[in-house]
C-alpha cells in the first residue's frame, strides 16, 4: 500500500469510518498492515488500488465459491437489476432459491431469507427458545456465531484477532445465559448437560469451524452432539453460513452424516450478495411469523438481486459439480505448504475440508482455540506480510480459514506453494534478528 491513491483513499476512509472500514478483520490490523482497497476481482485474483494483482484466498471471506465476477452470476444479477432492485413483495426467485436449498439440505424442509448470517443465528436462537420455553444456549470457544448479543462470548475470528474476550456494551444479562464450552470435547458438554440440561434450549456449533483457524470435528463429536440434544430435549443448531454449499453441496450435515433441527446459511448462498437463511423442519419452521407468533421480518429480505446471485451460483455448482476437484486442489495446497515448513523445520500443521482449508504455526493437532491460540502468531505476522508481498492474499488473522474457488487452478496452486516457500524463508531471517 505504497501507492498516492491508496494513501489518500485511507485517510479518506479512516476520516469517516472506524478504522477504515466496514468490519474489523478488514484493518489487517493483527498482521500490523494497512487495509487494502479493492478495485476489482477477477476469477481467483484480487486487483487493488496500489495497481496489483492477489491470489486470492480469502474470496470475500467465503461466498466466492466460483471465484470472482463468474459471468453467470453478473449476468442473473444484471438481467434482475434491470427488471427492479426491490420489492417488498414475494418474487418467484425467492421461491426457487428456497426449493433449490430445501432440495440440498437434509435438515431444511422451510426456510426463512435474512440479510446476513448475523441475523440468521439470532433469529435461529429465537426460535429455539421459543420452541422449548428454554432460555441458555450452548456454544463452542472459538467458534464465530455473528455479532449478536448472545454469541459475543468467546467467539472467534475478528474477536479474537483483536483479543477481546467479550465485547463493551453486551449486557450481562444476555451473555449470561450463553455458556462457551471447549470445541470437539464432550465430556465438557456432559458436565453442561448436567448442571443445566432442562434449561438449554439450543446448542450451536460450526460443524467445521473456520473462525478459528480450521478445526475439523473430531470423529463422534457431531454424532455425540446430536445425541445429547436429543436426549435433553435441546435443539441442535449447525451454524452453516461458511460450511454451507462449501465443504459439500448439502454442506457438513450431508458431509457427516448428521442432521441438525436448525441450519443457518448465509456466504456460499447468497453469491457475494447480502443473501443468509435460517431453516429446519416444516413443525419448528412454521412457529415463524406470520405462520406462528415468533417475530421475524426484513425490508430487504429476499432481494431479488441477492436472490438471482445466489440461484445463479448454486446452479452453477450443480452444473459442474466441482466439490471433488475443489477438495483435491485444497489437499494439494496444504500438502504443500506443510511440506515447505517442514523442509525447513518450521512446526506447522493444517487441514482441508472442502474447499475450507487452514493452516497453524503449531506442531499440531489443533483440535480446540485454546490450541489454536498457542499458535505462533508472531511468526504468522512475518509470513503474512510476505506472502502478501509475494501477490497472495490470505485472511490477514492466524484464526480464519482460507477458501478455495474453481477458478483457482492447479498453476495457481504451485505459483501458491513458490510464494509460501519464500515467505517461509523470511519468516526464518526474521527470527536471527
Ligand atoms: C460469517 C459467519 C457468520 C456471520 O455472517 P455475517 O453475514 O457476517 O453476519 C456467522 N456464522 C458463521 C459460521 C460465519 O462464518
Redesign the pocket.
Given at each position: 500500500m505504497t501507492s498516492r491513491v491508496g494513501r489518500d483513499l485511507l485517510e479518506r476512509a479512516r476520516a469517516v469510518m472506524p478504522g477504515g472500514v466496514s468490519?474489523p478483520v478488514r484493518a489487517f490490523g493483527s498482521v500490523g498492515l494497512d487495509p487494502r482497497f479493492a478495485i476489482r476481482g477477477e476469477g481467483a485474483r484480487l486487483h487493488d488500488a496500489s495497481g496489483r494483482a492477489y491470489l486470492d484466498y480469502v474470496l470475500s471471506?467465503?461466498p466466492l465459491i466460483l471465484g470472482h465476477a463468474h459471468p453467470a452470476v453478473v449476468e442473473a444479477i444484471q438481467r434482475a437489476a434491470r427488471d427492479g432492485t426491490s420489492f417488498g413483495v414475494t418474487t418467484e426467485r425467492e421461491v426457487a432459491l428456497a426449493e433449490h436449498v430445501v432440495a440440498r439440505v437434509p435438515g431444511v424442509e422451510m426456510l426463512r431469507f435474512v440479510?446476513?448470517?448475523?441475523?440468521?443465528?439470532m433469529s435461529a436462537i429465537r426460535l429455539a427458545r421459543a420452541a422449548t420455553g428454554r432460555e441458555r444456549i450452548v456454544k463452542f470457544d472459538g467458534?464465530?456465531?455473528?455479532?449478536a448479543d448472545s454469541?459475543l462470548v468467546t467467539a472467534g475470528?475478528g474477536v479474537a484477532t483483536l483479543g477481546l474476550p467479550d465485547s463493551p456494551g453486551v449486557p450481562r444479562a444476555a451473555s449470561a445465559l450463553t455458556l462457551s464450552l471447549p470445541y470437539n470435547d464432550l465430556d465438557a458438554v456432559d458436565v453442561a448437560f448436567d448442571r443445566y440440561g432442562d434449561e438449554i434450549a439450543a446448542v450451536i456449533v460450526?460443524p467445521v469451524v473456520?473462525?478459528a483457524g480450521l478445526i475439523p470435528p473430531v470423529d463422534g463429536f457431531l454424532e455425540g452432539l446430536r445425541e445429547r440434544s436429543t436426549r435433553t430435549g435441546a435443539l441442535l443448531v449447525f451454524?452453516?453460513?461458511?460450511?454451507g454449499f462449501r465443504v459439500a453441496r448439502g454442506g457438513a450435515q450431508e458431509r457427516y452424516g448428521v442432521t441438525p433441527d436448525l441450519t443457518?446459511l448465509?456466504?456460499v448462498l447468497g453469491g457475494g450478495l447480502?443473501v443468509?437463511a435460517y431453516g429446519g423442519p416444516r413443525e419448528l419452521m412454521e412457529r415463524v411469523a406470520p405462520a406462528g407468533p415468533v417475530y421475524q421480518a426484513g425490508t430487504l429480505s429476499g432481494n431479488p438481486l441477492g436472490m438471482a446471485a445466489g440461484l445463479a451460483q448454486l446452479e452453477e455448482l450443480d452444473r459442474t459439480d466441482p466439490f471433488d476437484d475443489l477438495e483435491r486442489r485444497a489437499a494439494t495446497l496444504v500438502r504443500g505448504i506443510l511440506a515447505a515448513a517442514e523442509a525447513r523445520g518450521i512446526p506447522m500443521c493444517g487441514s482441508a475440508v472442502g474447499s475450507m482449508w487452514g493452516v497453524y504455526f503449531a506442531p499440531g493437532p489443533v483440535r480446540s482455540f485454546a490450541d489454536a491460540k498457542a499458535s505462533d502468531t508472531a511468526r504468522f505476522r512475518r509470513y503474512y506480510a510476505a506472502c502478501l508481498e509475494g501477490g497472495v492474499f490470505f485472511a490477514p488473522s492466524p484464526f480464519e480459514a482460507g477458501f478455495l474457488s474453481t477458478a483457482h487452478t492447479d498453476g495457481d496452486i504451485a505459483e501458491t506453494v513458490r510464494v509460501v516457500e519464500a515467505a517461509l524463508d523470511a519468516s526464518l531471517e526474521g527470527m536471527s534478528i
Open positions: 468490519s471471506w467465503g440479510n446476513s448470517g448475523t441475523e440468521a443465528t467458534c464465530y456465531h455473528g455479532h454469541f475470528s460450526e473456520g473462525n451454524d452453516e453460513v461458511m460450511t443457518t448465509g456466504k447480502p443468509a
